[in-house]
Structures are given as C-alpha cells and as structure tokens.
C-alpha cells in the first residue's frame, strides 16, 4: 500500500520532547516535497513544517518554529519531527503528507499543493 507510516507520538509532559517518525511505504520521498500536519479537536488543519526533496531547505510554523525540527533519512525513506518545549497548545494528531506538485516546499498547507499518501497518524498529548 502506497502510504506514510507515521508513528511515536504518545503522552508527555509541557516542556517535554517527543520524535515523530513518517515512514514512506510504496514509494521513494526523493520525488516529493514532505510536509507534517496536525489536527486538534474542534480545530482546522494546520501545517506544521515542509522539507524539500530538492535541496532538503525546511519551513515551520510560527506557532512552532525553533522548538520543532524536520529531517530526513533518505536510506531509511523516512521524515522526522523533532519536538521540543512541548506545550499543551501541541496536541494533536499528526500526520504527514507528499506534496504531489513540488519537490522544494513554497508555503505550508499550500493550495495549490496536492497532498498524497496519508498515514494514520499519531496522537500527540500534551498534559501534566
């Protein structure tokens, strides 16, 4: 099955550190633009951060920039989310998806992008 296999989310602490882990099963991330999202409940998606397969140049979200961090391992076909300063503000389901129309990223949740090959997700919960 041609899709991302998003997965180390769980419960953690404000200020606490999690690593997501977006795995691509059926198909290579050197073609695609790979961006993560998250959804809260009640809330709209949000684009969290883009790195392009082109140059591997990243963008993030205000909402999280400096305390998040996107990487990949090309070996491994895999995208990584470091989180980091975690606040209650960061829970969600996060998911990632392929830009179908870039290899380099323009904006977050572009739209005029086509975003491919969700995964489950994987729930983020921040609480004390």
């Known amino acids: 099955q041609v899709q991302f296999v998003e997965s180390g989310g769980g419960l953690v602490q404000p200020g606490g550190s999690l690593r997501l882990s977006c795995a691509a099963s059926?198909?290579?991330?050197?073609?695609?633009?790979v961006n993560w999202f998250r959804q809260a409940p009640g809330k709209e998606r949000e684009g969290v951060s883009c790195?392009?397969?082109?140059?591997?140049?990243?963008i993030y979200a205000d909402s999280v920039k400096g305390r998040f961090s996107i990487s990949r391992d090309k070996a491994k076909n895999t995208v990584y989310l470091e989180m980091n300063s975690l606040n209650t503000e960061d829970t969600a389901v996060y998911y990632c998806?392929?830009?179908?129309?870039?290899?380099?990223?323009?904006?977050?949740?572009?739209?005029?992008?086509?975003?491919?090959?969700w995964g489950q997700g994987t729930q983020v919960t921040v609480s004390s």
């Open positions: 998806a392929a830009d179908l129309q870039r290899v380099r990223c323009r904006v977050l949740d572009d739209p005029t992008s086509t975003y491919a090959y």
């Open positions: 790195i392009s397969s082109s140059d591997g140049s990243t």
């Open positions: 059926g198909f290579f991330l050197d073609y695609y633009a």
